[in-house]
């Protein structure tokens, strides 16, 4: 949510906070804005997107050795020139770029108003400028001071960058709930919401924690918490390509994360299965192996994909390790004052490891004893560092606003964990043990085959892109898939679609089917396999337009379903990671043919920093 960029050295600031802030530009795209600063302060800024600023900025004055920018997704007030960032206070003296919400911003700005301060936006960002400029010169201090007795007043999140007129020599850096890395260079220093537009120019990166707050010129770095107390940085060494921030050939990064998925699962098993394929390790698991085997319930929380992965966990949990499971929405967990208990295990899924609600609940969940254990893509993010253990899903960086890769990522680590547990705790067989981690290695293969099947996806695609509602149904460890598929065909192509346990279509959703509506139905071998043709047939027998995920080789269903697309013979706990495969790839075409934003669909964002 909100992307910010920062340089401050010797180079000219401009094309780093450009190329910064199109790398950025996945976490908000509603509005864009530099300051650029070289004895005087200018701010450029724009509705649209970083392109529209670039194009806003030409024979204008960008020169500057220090910087800052911003990529907006709009929370307080719409997306707009006034409301873009960066603000500048009313005096003048500070300029700044926020990701966050200032929750207490009404309180402060009604006493700010009272003490003679106007305010030009809607933004709570303003009223932080505002707030600097008011303490700092009432106060008689410093800017970092200002900045960081400011910030003692402020409730709710913030990941923030300052620079102040009359001390233009410096950069003032604090984070709060929003993500920050600060990139250490030879004389110079790189600020961003994530490392990527920091890693072409240094691998050398400190991560900001909660309530700390640096003071950076060229030369030197200051590290302290908002209370003052001095901090020793720690710079660690970043492990990240620059290839994988690109997009490679294709033409969008979805379509280039789908493709990635069979490397992206590799890199999920890499270290983690054995060389002779007879074992699994998760380390970062090692110091709690005891809890979860012993546990007596696994809460798992997440939003959107991340809860979707999380209800195929369940399936996974409960088959394989017989511990009950329950899925919760992070949002829903965090305010229904849950029932938790000290012995159980509470599974955190985020790829961007900063969702705002899912970090809250993880403190409630500590909070109340229990034992809290992350999955997470981005490394070094949030969420790994709040948990007491946990898994990288290690699927690269995801840049296409809808998840593919961290979700077939995020399902490989959950079957892992099941399968190890399942064997430590005896509910499976050491036979089942094994055949599951053959089955497993041979996932990606598999996927790259359903890839294979390009024309078709674009076909169907073809046909029913104009369609203005799609179902989707599974049974069993489908149903979260059906429920997968929806939700990537809604958020990049803006049709409706629901996804139903198959069965329960009966009880209701039946009512929408007719001629002109597309049924998505997974329909591969396993127990459920007959029902599901009985549902199949229920959809055709009112005229509905089925298009059936099969297993290969499935003759039956070619001859009742309007389409069928195949995927290779998988175990019926493994298959939700080729499933959703063909469902990804429809959603990429049908969008792309409604001529679609797909990697940046229209009012989301790809990391959800805000509640
Ligand atoms: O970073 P997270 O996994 O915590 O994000 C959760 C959701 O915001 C995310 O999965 C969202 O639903 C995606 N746009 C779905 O494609």
Not at 245 to 262: N, T
Not at 265 to 272: A, E, L, P, V, Y
Request: net charge negative; with cysteine; proline share 3%.
């Amino acid at each position: 949510m909100c992307g910010i960029v920062g340089y401050i050295g010797q180079k000219d600031a401009y094309p780093i906070l450009i190329k910064g802030l199109q790398r950025l530009e996945y976490r908000g795209y509603d509005s864009a804005g530099i300051a650029l600063i070289n004895g005087d302060t200018r701010t450029y800024k724009t509705k649209g997107k970083v392109s529209d600023l670039e194009n806003y900025c030409e024979g204008k004055n960008i020169s500057g050795s220090i910087g800052m920018g911003h990529t907006r997704w709009a929370t307080h007030g719409e997306p707009n020139d006034v409301n873009a960032h960066p603000h500048v206070s009313m005096n003048g003296h500070f300029v700044v770029i926020h990701n966050g919400i200032i929750e207490n911003y009404g309180r402060l700005k009604s006493r700010l108003k009272t003490r003679g301060y106007n305010f030009k936006s809607e933004t709570d960002t303003e009223v932080l400028a505002n707030l600097i400029e008011y303490i700092y010169l009432k106060g008689k201090v410093s800017a970092d001071v200002a900045v960081r007795l400011a910030l003692t007043k402020v409730v709710g999140a913030f990941g923030i960058l300052v620079a102040c007129k009359s001390e233009n020599n410096k950069l003032v850096a604090a984070r709060k709930g929003s993500p920050l890395v600060i990139g250490v260079g030879r004389g110079e220093y790189f600020f961003a919401s994530d490392a990527s537009p920091i890693i072409e120019y240094t691998d050398s990166v400190i991560y900001l924690n909660d309530n700390d707050m640096a003071v950076v010129t060229k030369d030197s770095l200051q590290l302290m918490t908002i209370n003052n107390d001095k901090l020793e940085p720690k710079i660690q060494k970043l492990n990240l390509d620059i290839g994988e921030i690109e997009k490679g050939g294709y033409d969008h990064f979805m379509l280039k994360e789908i493709f990635e998925q069979a490397r992206s699962i590799n890199d999920t098993f890499r270290g983690r299965v054995s060389f002779d394929k007879q074992s699994l390790h998760l380390g970062g698991l090692y110091n709690v192996t005891d809890k979860l085997v012993a546990a007596k319930r696994i809460i798992i929380i997440g939003c959107g994909t991340s809860w979707h992965a999380g209800l195929v966990g369940e399936y996974l949990f409960e088959e394989l390790a017989r511990i009950p499971v329950e899925v919760e929405y992070a949002s829903e967990f965090r305010y229904r004052n849950p029932v938790i208990y000290k012995d159980d295990v509470v599974i955190a899924i985020s790829q961007s490891g900063e969702t705002a609600d899912t970090l809250a609940a993880i403190k409630l969940a500590k909070e109340n004893g229990a034992t809290v254990l992350g999955i997470c893509n981005v490394v070094g993010s949030s969420i790994p560092r709040e948990t007491d253990g946990g898994v990288y899903t290690h699927a690269g960086p995801e840049i296409g606003v809808a998840s593919t890769k961290a979700f077939t990522a995020q399902v490989t680590v959950l079957t892992m964990m099941a399968v190890i547990l399942g064997e430590k705790r005896k509910t499976i067989s050491q036979e089942k043990y094994l055949k599951l981690i053959e089955d497993l290695t041979l996932i990606p293969d598999k996927i790259d085959k359903i890839l294979s099947y390009n024309e078709m996806f674009k076909h169907i695609s073809e046909k029913h892109k104009d369609s203005e509602n799609f179902l989707y149904l599974g049974r069993g460890f489908q149903f979260p898939v059906a429920l997968e598929g929806a939700l990537k065909l809604k958020e990049i192509s803006y049709i409706h679609a629901e996804g139903y346990p198959a069965a329960e279509m009966k009880h209701g959703p039946i009512a929408l089917i007719d001629e002109n509506m597309p049924v998505v139905v997974i329909a591969t071998h396993d127990k459920s396999y007959e029902k599901i043709v009985s549902n199949i047939q229920e959809v055709k027998a009112r005229k509905g337009i089925v298009i059936a995920i099969v297993t290969e080789g499935d003759t039956v269903l070619k001859d009742i379903a309007d389409y069928t697309l195949e995927i290779p013979e998988v175990s019926e706990e493994l298959a939700p990671l080729l499933t959703v495969v063909p469902l990804q790839m429809l959603s990429y075409y049908i969008a792309v043919l409604r001529g679609c934003n797909v990697d940046q669909p229209r009012n989301l964002a790809k990391s959800v920093t805000v509640e």
